[in-house]
T-cell receptor, first 114, second 117 residues
Framework: DSGVTQTPKHLITATGQRVTLRCSPR?????VYWYQQSLDQGLQFLIH???????AKGNILERFSAQQFPDLHSELNLSSLELGDSALYFC?????????????FGQGTRLTVV | DQQVKQNSPSLSVQEGRISILNCDYT??????FLWYKKYPAEGPTFLIS?????DKNEDGRFTVFLNKSAKHLSLHIVPSQPGDSAVYFC????????????????FGKGTKLSVIP
């Protein structure tokens, strides 16, 4: 158990819909990272939040957005869903912005768009 | 354009033998490299890392070698055990040596290792 909690574990929804994925970081971790893993692909960095502020964006679509709340949990919002958005979405957390400490990954949310 | 490549999708090794997983990168700005292990239905777990100022890092049965001139790294597992069967991801990050590096990692597609008893 990494200490990072992602909910839900599985999500099936229709095209055009909107979903929210939730991540609770390890206690004390201020950084939250979101990654997407599509079929047969490596993990693609989406976005990074540190202590409530967006720090960096990767290959994140305009239809996707995220935020980190005062209690440090984070939500990834995916809207106008398309079949190609079906993927595993991972959240990772670390204490700091930099790589001085290890980042821990959650178990992921498997999103299936039908 | 894949900046981190793991060209072998799978690898089978006998228990007790050496497993060698390879990774190539193209971005010269990468200065920190990590290996993650992933079991089915779990998130990736950090295994071992190496800074570009080193060419080798060891942790128990796991050793990572870095060849900067060839932009190549490899993970050696000796001896391999059935519990090592998992997908191994190579990942890279820039900015580590300047203190600016973060976990905005670039991952390879992974190599599935099967250790046969």
């Amino acid at each position: 158990d990494s200490g990072v909690t992602q909910t839900p574990k599985h999500l099936i929804t229709a095209t055009g819909q909107r979903v929210t994925l939730r991540c609770s970081p390890r206690s004390g971790d201020l950084s939250v990272y979101w990654y997407q893993q599509s079929l047969d692909q490596g993990l693609q960095f989406l976005i990074h939040y540190y202590n409530g502020e967006e720090r960096a964006k990767g290959n994140i679509l305009e239809r996707f957005s995220a935020q980190q709340f005062p209690d440090l949990h984070s939500e990834l919002n995916l809207s106008s869903l398309e079949l190609g958005d079906s993927a595993l979405y991972f959240c990772a957390s670390s204490v700091a912005i930099s790589m001085n400490t290890e980042a821990f990954f959650g178990q992921g949310t498997r999103l299936t768009v039908v | 354009d894949q900046q981190v490549k793991q060209n072998s999708p799978s690898l089978s090794v006998q228990e007790g033998r050496i497993s060698i997983l390879n990774c190539d990168y193209t971005n010269s700005m990468f200065d920190y490299f990590l290996w993650y292990k992933k079991y089915p239905a779990e998130g990736p777990t950090f295994l071992i890392s190496i800074s570009s100022i080193k060419d080798k890092n060891e942790d128990g049965r796991f050793t990572v070698f870095l060849n900067k001139s060839a932009k190549h790294l490899s993970l050696h597992i000796v001896p391999s055990q059935p519990g090592d069967s998992a997908v191994y991801f190579c990942a890279a990050s820039p900015g580590h040596l300047t203190g600016a590096g973060s976990y905005q990692l670039t991952f390879g597609k992974g190599t599935k290792l099967s250790v046969i008893p």
